[in-house]
């Protein structure tokens, strides 16, 4: 009779964790950037929401802490993954991608929220920021 144990230095897959990685690091990325664009509308650095925003230097501080959390909340996916990090930093950045794109599609498409090239920055740089949260990871990790 054969046995179908795995092989000893294959570790069993646990999508459970892999699942919730990927999840918190999510939640991390939404988190930190709604957190912070509140502030700077409390702050009234920002326009209140739901009204456009056109000026390039504040939409390219949002593009900047976005990108940082975004390379943040990848490395958290990466840290907390039972294994293979990289591929979970960027599921992330998949995720976000997707997200971005839907979010760039509509926004362009049926609301003048502001200018065009900033939700298409978000699609942009979605997959750069996760390889970056993974490398981040990997590099500190050593």
Same mark, same amino acid.
């Given at each position: ?19 919730? +990685?990927? $999840? ?6 939404? $988190? &930190? ?7 700077? =509308?409390?702050?009234? !650095?920002?326009?209140?929401? /739901? ?5 390039? /230097? ?7 802490? *976005?990108? !940082? ?9 990466? *840290?907390?993954? %039972? *294994?293979? %990090?990289?591929? =979970?930093?960027?599921? &992330?950045?998949?995720? /976000?991608? !997707?997200?971005?794109?839907? /979010? ?8 003048? #929220? ?6 298409? +920055?978000? !699609?942009?740089?979605? #997959? ?11 590099? &500190?990790?050593?």
């Amino acid at each position: 009779m054969m046995s179908q144990a795995a092989e000893p230095d294959t570790p069993p897959r646990r999508l459970g964790r892999s699942t919730a +990685a990927v $999840a918190l690091g999510f939640v991390a990325v939404v $988190a &930190l950037s709604l957190g912070t664009d509140q502030v700077l =509308h409390v702050l009234k !650095v920002y326009p209140p929401w /739901g009204q456009p925003m056109y000026d390039t /230097g504040l939409l390219l501080l949002a593009l900047a802490y *976005r990108s !940082v959390y975004a390379v943040f909340g990848s490395f958290i996916a990466a *840290r907390l993954a %039972p *294994r293979r %990090p990289m591929r =979970h930093a960027l599921a &992330l950045g998949v995720m /976000g991608f !997707v997200l971005s794109l839907v /979010g760039a599609i509509v926004t362009i498409s049926t609301m003048a #929220l502001g200018p065009s090239w900033y939700p298409i +920055a978000l !699609v942009i740089t979605a #997959l750069p920021c996760a390889w970056l949260g993974g490398v981040l990871y990997r590099r &500190l990790a050593q």
